[in-house]
């Protein structure tokens, strides 16, 4: 083992430099307090080699986290069709089954729904917050115009 070490230490790398990075090295050498210039380019390389197994490690996390809030979006969405189609369902049943009003009493019956239409609309969006509150209230502006 030990001549293995003796070939290690005799193993050597040319690099040619510009002048100014000749300059940036030996800024470095005083500042950062090393030995001389082998070690400084000896830990240079520790760190980008270091460095990089970190990024990687951030890579996969972030990839792991996008991964994960596609499945939570995708829940999301498959969870919004089911209300929508139970919505759907409710609202076919109802109309389905609901008589229509007689003739003489249809103008009072029209204004009875719309105020429950209002309080039901009222009462959703007080109970909503956040992004799904402005949607509410896009909701009872666009309802309101309508009329």
Known sequence: MSS???MLKQLRIAVRLSPQDHEKIERALKDKGYANVSTF???AIDNEIGRRTELLDAEQKIAASFDRLSRDVFRVARGQQALFAL????????LTCMPEPPS????????IAKGRYD???KSAGRAMVG????AML???????SER
């Open 4 to 6: 293995r070490k003796g």
């Open 138 to 144: 896009d909701l009872i502006d666009y309802a309101g």
């Open 131 to 134: 992004d799904a509150k402005a």
């Open 41 to 43: 380019i000896r830990a």
């Open 119 to 121: 309080r039901l609309i």
């Open 104 to 111: 003489e009493v249809r103008a009072a019956s029209v204004a």
């Open 87 to 94: 919505v759907d369902t409710l609202t076919k049943t109802i």
